[in-house]
């Protein structure tokens, strides 16, 4: 599940929006390294996204793809969770897997969508 949402001018950046969203979530809203995707910024450095989490098994991370456009994309915050509930991203898999995956995505969807419904309407009201 991801999003693409436009902010204002007053929150372009990782740290005006992180600011914002401390003072108006409700949420556990936290500025980190993006472990998840593993993207880099223009120097090569790990980049960084803003963590807004439910709980220690549904959160949105949000980044900028351009001056005033942010994604968010659903992830699971907690690293030992992500290992086993996340997305495999692996390029071969066995029958086991394949099988525990579409168990795992019937079960956590309903929670997931509307946990995503939840964090991304947190967003579009700060930066609105």
Known sequence: MENLIEVKNDYNTLDKLHNRLKKEANYDCSKTYDSWEVRTD?????????????????????????????????????????AYFG???KARRNILEIATGVIKEAVLAGSQKKAFDELQTTIKRATA
Not at 48 to 65: D, E, N, P, R, T
């Open 42 to 82: 223009a120097n090569g450095q790990m980049a960084q996204c803003l963590v807004l989490k439910k709980s220690g098994m549904h959160a949105v991370k949000a980044y900028f793809i351009n001056d005033n456009t942010i994604k968010i994309n659903y992830i699971i915050p907690n690293k030992v969770l992500h």
């Open 87 to 89: 997305k495999s991203v």
